[in-house]
């Protein structure tokens, strides 16, 4: 399915090309022409949002699929890894393609992003201002993600596509579990390219049917003198940017994403004591252990946030500490602390294995990520203050 939304991405990808202009003053009124005046422009764009969209989902249930069956181990582990590779040009496609039509939604929500980059030390700050091509976004930023988009990051893709498809026939196909390893084989056609077909046609009715449905959204033109509030990030980033609110923002740009990195390239070196390859759960207390994991990351996320929210704030309750302390290190501590003490509780509880256990740190990451998702695109109103859904 991926590989699908890949070539139709590039198809419809394609074709708006001909008729977008990747200037300011053009952007805009180029999307309008594509959906107002141009044949099937209208159903092209909105397949091409639709599609970017579901490919994200897709691309990360897939490494949610590759992790729960242990399929990162070796020798899979470089297809894991370069898997990685692709996930982060998937969300880039998607993030480059954001800026695009040009409209304030999109035009502030790179700003919020890229505007969190100079956090990063030492090459933050030459980081920020290569990718906008000056101190804030515009026309040379715009050229910029235009080039990105439509050249640098699809070659990437195929070339890594290629690749990925080339470790997955060198491991010996996908993974089997060891009780189905005897099972006789059948042949590819037609029983694999039958069922390939199957679901590619499916995906492709359920995109147009979408696409019919719903068109792509476009706000006002964008306007760099005016900030709507509040400006939020893409849907993505937003559990991101929900967690900036509580955490000093070296943590949220080089803590916890290099925290993720390095757990994801050391996950498949790790020594495991179980043959569970190829199956999503080895034993009833594994699921057991996954459902606790998920509602733990729920309360504990939720809690947290209340306790951040309501709490007097840490750097006015102790002004001579750090920052990097009270509002990183401090928190850090107490949100990471008690997720690994309840995990390392609930391993010693069951009595889980080493893989178990990892699946129960993967599942609290998620949920994790989840709530702060939800918290930031519906909970947060002008300001960033929390308000219910209904009031936005
Ligand atoms: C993995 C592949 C890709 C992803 C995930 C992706 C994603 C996106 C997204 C999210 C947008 C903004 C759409 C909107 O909401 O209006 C966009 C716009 C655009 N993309 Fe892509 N894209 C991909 C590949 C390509 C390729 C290969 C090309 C051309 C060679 C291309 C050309 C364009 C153009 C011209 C626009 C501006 C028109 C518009 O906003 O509708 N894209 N893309
Ligand atoms: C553009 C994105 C991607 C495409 C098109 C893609 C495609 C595929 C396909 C077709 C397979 C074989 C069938 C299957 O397992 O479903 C596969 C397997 C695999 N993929 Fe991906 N993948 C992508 C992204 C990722 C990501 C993000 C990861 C992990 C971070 C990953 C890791 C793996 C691994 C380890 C396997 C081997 C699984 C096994 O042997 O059971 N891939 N990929």
């Known amino acids: 399915m991926a590989a699908l939304l890949i ?31 141009l044949l099937f422009g209208r159903l092209a764009r909105n397949i091409h949002h639709w599609s970017a969209i579901l490919l994200l989902w897709i691309t990360f249930l897939h490494m949610l699929r590759v992790l729960f069956t242990g399929a990162y181990r070796k020798p899979r582990h470089a297809t894991w890894i370069f898997g990685m590779i692709l996930l982060i040009l998937v969300i880039l496609s998607n993030f480059t393609g954001y800026l695009l039509p040009w409209d304030q939604l999109s035009y502030w929500a790179v700003t919020v992003v890229t505007s969190l980059l100079q956090y990063i030390p ?4 030459y980081l920020k201002d290569s990718l906008l091509g000056g101190q804030e976004v515009g026309s040379a930023t715009l050229s910029n993600f235009f080039n990105l988009h439509t050249g640098v990051i699809p070659l990437a893709i195929i070339i890594l596509m290629g690749y990925h498809f080339w470790r997955i026939r060198r491991a010996g196909g996908v993974i089997v579990p060891e009780s189905e390893k005897e099972n006789p084989m059948v042949d590819t056609h037609p029983n694999l390219v039958y069922r390939e077909f199957v679901v590619a046609v499916a995906l492709i009715a359920f995109l ?11 706000r006002e033109r964008a306007n760099p003198s005016f900030s709507p509030n509040p400006a939020k990030a893409p849907w993505y980033f937003m559990g991101l940017q929900e967690l900036l609110l509580h955490f000093h923002p070296f943590f949220v740009i080089v803590v916890f994403p290099l925290t993720l990195i390095i757990g994801s390239i050391w996950l498949p070196y790790i020594k495991m004591n179980d043959s569970n390859a190829g199956i999503w759960f080895l034993s009833d207390k594994g ?9 733990a990351g729920f309360f504990f996320s939720v809690l947290f946030l209340l306790l951040s929210e309501f709490l007097p704030d ?5 002004p001579s500490v750090p920052a990097l302390i009270t509002t990183g290190l401090i928190p850090f501590i107490l949100l990471i602390g008690t997720k690994y003490l309840f ?9 889980l294995n080493r893989s178990e ?13 989840t709530v702060l998702s939800i918290i ?4 947060r109103g002008k300001g960033m203050n929390l308000i219910w859904p209904w009031q936005i």
Do not use: C, M, W
Not at 14 to 32: C, M, R
């Open 343 to 351: 995990l390392r509780f609930l391993q010693v509880r069951l009595s």
């Open 376 to 379: 930031g695109i519906l909970f």
């Open 7 to 37: 070539v139709i991405q590039i198809f419809t990808g394609l074709l708006l090309k001909f008729h977008y202009v990747p200037s300011p003053e053009g952007a805009y009124n180029s999307i309008h022409n594509i959906d107002e005046s």
């Open 314 to 318: 840490s750097e006015k309750v102790l």
């Open 208 to 218: 147009l049917v979408i696409s019919v449905l719903f068109d792509a959204p476009i």
């Open 287 to 295: 699921k057991k252990a996954g459902i606790f994991a998920a509602t």
């Open 122 to 125: 030492v090459i933050g700050g």
């Open 357 to 369: 256990f990892i699946q129960t740190i993967l599942i609290i990451l998620v949920t994790s990520y």
